[in-house]
């Protein structure tokens, strides 16, 4: 009880700077609204992994997909893989499409920095530890997996994928390991990736942060590296399509543009398709 009363004194807390329709309209959406309303209207404790989840599962159903994937790198405790467990189970049954959840970590807490990359003067080898591995587990339904191995060592891409990714949430907090897990998205065939999958960088926006260490570096290096996938910020599009425009964690919303992907590869229409033809109020048609 105490966590959910937190948690709504948060949202009011939020919320307070918007204009009182908007906030009534809220709480309206929070008490009826649909699965859609609820991520368009941030009704989630989670508002970006509600928002990731939506967005993957929709842009699957448009492309005619069966089911998406979606992964969080640096579960922890598992806060945010079990929210994804339970957005992904409202996503599913409100659009129809089968949603796959995959989390990997290490297990152990972080591991040692490499050099001042990583953010050594804030963070220490053994932070963030799964402490609630087993009940994690059992936490766990049959869609979803938790993978342990070494992020920087270990090979992600080589646990198999039912369905292509649509949402990564990436919350690994030093550079060393966030090129690791880019620079081997790299390598993975466009077929495993949607032409646009959303990413989420959890560190992007936090104090000390920058774009000379840690997850911004990382991403900086990635699209340095890949001519045919990069990694864009969306944050200044999407803020025109969402109802709580000042959000913080809009800014750490990116996008995987998958260039190599065979969806980029084809004309949009083909064979005796009409061209598309606009018409002008001015004149009498």
Known sequence: MNGKLNYIKRIIIKKMPYPL?????????????????????????RPEYAYGVWEAASRAKALGMKGVTVIEFGV????????????AQKVSKELGIAINILGFDSGEGMPDFDDYRDHPELYTKGDFPMIFRDKLY????SNAKLVLMDLIADDWTKTPLEYPIGFISIDVDYYSS????????????SS??????VMYFDDVILDNHNLFQGEQLAITDFNNANPMRKIDAFAKVLRHKRMFKHAHWLENIYQLHVLDHY???????TGDAPVTVITNKYFKQ
Not at 33 to 44: A, F, H, M, N, P
Not at 178 to 189: H, Q, S
């Open 138 to 141: 059992s936490f766990l339904p």
């Open 192 to 197: 495993n990736l949607m032409p646009n999958t």
């Open 263 to 269: 969806y980029r590869q084809n004309a949009y229409r």
């Open 178 to 189: 966030t090129i690791a897990i880019l620079n081997r998205m790299a390598n993975l065939d």
């Open 21 to 45: 329709h908007l906030n009534l309209m809220g709480a309206l959406v929070w008490l009826f609204g649909s699965v859609r309303l609820k991520v368009l209207y941030d009704c989630y404790r």
């Open 76 to 87: 922890a405790t598992g806060r945010g893989l079990m929210a994804m467990v339970i957005y």
